[in-house]
């Protein structure tokens, strides 16, 4: 997924809509504005289970008709699909990072998974107490907290906000000078790569023979990221001399 984001803390704090880059932006002469790059982390399941169950259904030996059991990677294996995937994040990161701001915090994984949640009716007892920077459910509607509070006294501490709820994030520096056109080809880059890299290391414990392929797409996706993050940045700007002749 992905959203070009600028805030309103920049102008008005506290006000309006509410995202991971409030605090980045804030206070920024350039352009106010950051390329957010998220994944969910159960669409990435999703993926991989599809595909890695695609490979199982179509390899065969002697002995069995397909080998989907020993080769799909399902979500039932979460304990090891955790550390493949914060992995994996970070690998890619390896190749973003030029792009990435670094006065503040533009990487996250699974940002914000502790939810406070209460309504109205009935108002909990004891009451429920959220902190600073925490997603908040209130009669069913997501807020992120801008302060300490509790559900006797959250009146102007929270914000509308989208769910970025367990999932992998990536704040990318948007320029006027940064290319539109690319942000599309980027994200699927991104996706792509962090999904083949995750079977790539899930294939070595469970199918050895097939590891090397999606070690090749893995690689051939961190050089596509490189490729499409640098047309992202746009143009090149040289200072020339004139010189006489």
């Known amino acids: ?3 070009l984001c600028s805030c309103d803390c920049c102008s ?3 006000a309006g809509y509410v995202t991971p880059w409030c605090s980045l932006l804030h206070g920024q002469d350039d352009s106010c504005a950051v390329l957010h790059l998220w994944y969910k982390i159960p669409m990435i399941q999703d993926e991989i289970d599809k595909r890695s169950s695609y490979l199982g259904k179509f390899r065969r030996t002697e002995e069995a008709q397909h080998l989907l059991d020993l080769i799909r990677f399902s979500k039932d294996e979460e ?4 550390p493949m995937a914060k992995a994996a994040m970070a690998d890619v990161f390896d190749v973003l990072f030029p792009n990435m701001p670094r006065h ?3 990487y996250w994984w699974n940002e914000g998974k502790e939810t406070a949640e209460f309504t109205d009716n009935p108002l909990p007892s004891p009451a429920v107490t959220f902190y600073a920077g925490q997603y ?4 069913n509607d997501l807020y992120k907290a801008i302060e300490d509070g509790s559900s006797d006294d959250f ?3 929270l914000v509308p906000t989208e769910d970025y709820r367990n999932s992998m994030h990536y704040g990318i520096l948007w320029r006027c000078k940064s290319n539109i056109n690319a942000v599309e080809p980027l994200d699927v880059a991104i996706f792509e790569t962090l999904v083949a890299r995750i079977i790539y290391k899930w294939l070595e414990y469970a199918y050895p023979d097939e590891a090397p392929r999606f ?9 596509v990221i490189r ?3 640098s047309i992202l940045d746009g143009p090149k700007i040289v200072n020339r001399i004139p010189r006489m002749l």
């Open 136 to 139: 908040v459910k209130y009669n």
């Open 79 to 82: 304990n090891m699909f955790i």
């Open 12 to 14: 008005k704090p506290h």
């Open 227 to 229: 490729t499409r993050a």
């Open 104 to 106: 503040e915090k533009a």
């Open 155 to 157: 009146a102007g501490k």
């Open 1 to 3: 997924m992905k959203e």
């Open 215 to 223: 070690l090749n797409q893995y690689n051939e996706g961190l050089a």
